[in-house]
């Protein structure tokens, strides 16, 4: 399998042994996907009670999905305040907000103590502008935020944007100071041995093909089977092949890029924060299909481009993992961005699904109705930070707990379906080639067809895909 830059560098130095499951195995709860989810929701449920025995159960290696693809932005919920309110009303929007805040705190303690590889740098997010089309995109959620909370996000003046992304293509933004990036392959293999340490099992290489319920529910894999009195379902995109999930997600790829280390070149335009790498910020456009970047701490540039390949119903297909056309518009964008870096080498290409709900916003609830199986899916892209509170839902979840967590808002809410296939394919084909081509003419700031910008407006917003 094609592997991310970031997979790659954090597996050079080891030697993990992925351990198969093999036989008959039992748990008291076993999760299936070892990524942010499944190890938060572990770690959490131990950190409770130690006693329980836990199991993780992962198709491929911990981190070989969406944790260890992401471009790692350690971001809060504020981007999806809008979405939070209209969910579940101002004062429990604010609690989650307040939670996903909390939980970059949580990741900087656990890479301090256990992951000083995963180069923790809480440097904020910049969001911009760099078309005129897109001044302003910020405004709904900047409003909202500085209602519940004044003082979240920033105003920059022009100079100070292009100062901090080292472009002067970017016209305008707003910064959220608390935010942060780390190396996410990193971190969730940091995870791992931190989970077998506490006495979490993880079974590698262990595709679960079938769930049995029954008075315990029993995963079924190649070579085994684990049977456990409850099971979460943490496999991200992968989930959407689950029938009662299907139509509730919607899988689409996300294509990144790395640059060969160029420290020097990025003093030269000013990407440092006045030569202060450890500070560097996680900067995204207001592109629907959303450009995404940030530097790394050795000095690369990380650029990825939402909005990729197309899944069909819970099918990820290969160009899901890495199409030849993906990192070429990449590259475009970076290039236009960054015209001063066009002779800077792309070292790295790489992609992956993502599992995105109609609000934006993850799902929690029991599948098939069983109350000894939960799931917690459709992240967005964005669940790096809000994992850690949906592994304090999920382990609340699986422990039978009636807490704040368990009782969350979003446990209850209800979720809105998509269209059936083959409509919504083929929905997803025409809406995304709209958005190529308005997103093309607002960059040569040429009118944008009528068309084009009324399909534009049935896509999701664009900034869940880092």
Same mark, same amino acid.
């Given at each position: 399998?094609?592997?991310?830059?970031?997979?790659?560098?954090?597996?050079?130095?080891?030697? !993990? !042994?992925?351990?198969?499951?093999?036989?008959?195995?039992?748990?008291?709860?076993? /999760?299936?996907?070892?990524?942010? /989810?499944?190890?938060?929701?572990?770690?959490?449920?131990?950190?409770?009670?130690?006693?329980?025995?836990?199991?993780?159960?992962?198709?491929?290696?911990?981190?070989?999905?969406?944790?260890?693809?992401?471009?790692?932005?350690?971001?809060?919920?504020?981007?999806?305040?809008?979405?939070?309110?209209?969910?579940?009303?101002?004062?429990?929007?604010?609690?989650?907000?307040?939670?996903?805040?909390?939980?970059?705190?949580?990741?900087?303690?656990?890479?301090?103590?256990?992951?000083?590889?995963?180069? %923790?740098?809480?440097?904020?997010?910049?969001?911009? *502008?760099?078309?005129?089309?897109?001044?302003?995109?910020?405004?709904?959620?900047?409003?909202?935020?500085?209602?519940?909370?004044?003082?979240? %996000?920033?105003?920059?003046?022009?100079?100070?944007?292009?100062?901090?992304?080292?472009?002067?293509?970017?016209?305008?933004?707003?910064?959220?100071?608390?935010?942060?990036?780390?190396?996410?392959?990193?971190?969730?293999?940091?995870?791992?041995?931190?989970?077998?340490?506490?006495? /979490?099992?993880?079974?590698?290489?262990?595709?679960?093909?079938?769930?049995?319920?029954?008075?315990?529910?029993?995963?079924?894999?190649?070579?085994?089977?684990?049977?456990?009195?409850?099971?979460?379902?943490?496999?991200?995109?992968?989930?959407?092949?689950?029938?009662?999930?299907?139509?509730?997600?919607?899988?689409?790829?996300?294509?990144?890029?790395?640059?060969?280390?160029?420290?020097?070149?990025?003093?030269?335009?000013?990407?440092?924060?006045?030569?202060?790498?450890?500070?560097?910020?996680?900067?995204?456009?207001?592109?629907?299909?959303?450009?995404?970047?940030?530097?790394?701490?050795?000095?690369?540039?990380?650029?990825?481009?939402?909005?990729?390949?197309?899944? %069909?119903?819970?099918?990820?297909?290969?160009?899901?993992?890495?199409? *030849?056309?993906?990192?070429?518009?990449?590259?475009?964008? %970076?290039?236009?961005?960054?015209?001063?870096?066009?002779?800077?080498?792309?070292?790295?290409?790489?992609?992956?699904?993502?599992?995105?709900?109609?609000?934006?916003?993850?799902?929690?609830?029991?599948?098939?109705?069983?109350?000894?199986?939960?799931?917690?899916?459709?992240?967005?892209?964005?669940?790096?930070?809000?994992?850690?509170?949906?592994?304090?839902?999920?382990?609340?979840?699986?422990?039978?707990?009636?807490?704040?967590?368990?009782?969350?808002?979003?446990?209850?809410?209800?979720?809105?379906?998509?269209?059936?296939?083959?409509?919504?394919?083929?929905?997803?084909?025409?809406?995304?080639?709209?958005?190529?081509?308005?997103?093309?003419?607002? *960059?040569?700031?040429?009118?944008?067809?009528?068309?084009?910008?009324?399909?534009?407006?049935?896509?999701?917003?664009?900034?869940? !895909?880092?």
């Amino acid at each position: 399998m094609h592997r991310s830059f970031w997979l790659e560098q954090a597996l050079a130095s080891t030697s !993990d !042994d992925p351990n198969p499951l093999r036989g008959d195995l039992t748990s008291d709860i076993a /999760v299936v996907g070892g990524g942010f /989810v499944g190890l938060w929701t572990s770690l959490m449920i131990k950190r409770r009670n130690p006693a329980v025995d836990v199991c993780i159960v992962e198709a491929d290696l911990c981190g070989g999905g969406a944790s260890g693809r992401c471009g790692g932005f350690v971001m809060t919920w504020w981007p999806k305040i809008v979405s939070l309110t209209a969910l579940l009303g101002a004062d429990e929007a604010l609690g989650l907000v307040r939670a996903s805040e909390a939980a970059i705190d949580e990741i900087e303690k656990f890479c301090t103590e256990h992951a000083p590889d995963a180069e %923790f740098r809480r440097g904020g997010w910049l969001w911009t *502008a760099t078309t005129g089309a897109q001044l302003g995109a910020w405004e709904e959620v900047v409003s909202r935020a500085e209602a519940l909370a004044p003082g979240t %996000f920033r105003r920059l003046d022009p100079q100070e944007v292009a100062r901090r992304s080292g472009s002067p293509q970017h016209l305008a933004g707003v910064i959220e100071p608390s935010n942060a990036t780390v190396q996410p392959a990193a971190l969730v293999r940091a995870m791992r041995h931190y989970a077998l340490a506490c006495g /979490v099992r993880i079974f590698e290489q262990s595709k679960v093909t079938r769930i049995d319920r029954g008075t315990m529910v029993t995963l079924v894999t190649a070579e085994g089977t684990m049977r456990a009195s409850s099971v979460v379902i943490a496999t991200n995109a992968w989930a959407a092949a689950l029938r009662p999930l299907r139509n509730k997600l919607f899988v689409i790829s996300s294509h990144m890029t790395a640059t060969e280390p160029i420290p020097d070149r990025l003093d030269e335009i000013g990407w440092t924060q006045g030569k202060a790498r450890t500070q560097g910020e996680a900067i995204t456009d207001s592109l629907t299909r959303v450009c995404y970047y940030r530097t790394t701490a050795e000095g690369r540039i990380a650029f990825g481009k939402g909005g990729g390949s197309i899944g %069909f119903g819970g099918y990820i297909r290969p160009a899901m993992h890495r199409n *030849a056309a993906g990192p070429s518009v990449v590259v475009r964008d %970076f290039h236009r961005y960054y015209p001063m870096l066009r002779t800077v080498k792309i070292t790295h290409d790489w992609a992956g699904p993502i599992d995105r709900t109609s609000n934006s916003l993850p799902i929690f609830g029991r599948l098939y109705e069983d109350s000894k199986i939960y799931y917690g899916v459709g992240w967005s892209g964005n669940g790096v930070a809000p994992s850690v509170v949906g592994g304090k839902i999920l382990a609340s979840l699986a422990l039978g707990q009636h807490d704040e967590w368990s009782e969350c808002g979003l446990v209850a809410a209800a979720s809105r379906s998509f269209p059936p296939e083959p409509i919504r394919f083929v929905g997803a084909h025409v809406v995304r080639e709209a958005l190529i081509r308005k997103e093309a003419a607002e *960059a040569l700031e040429k009118p944008v067809p009528r068309l084009a910008v009324a399909l534009s407006k049935l896509a999701p917003t664009g900034l869940e !895909d880092k």
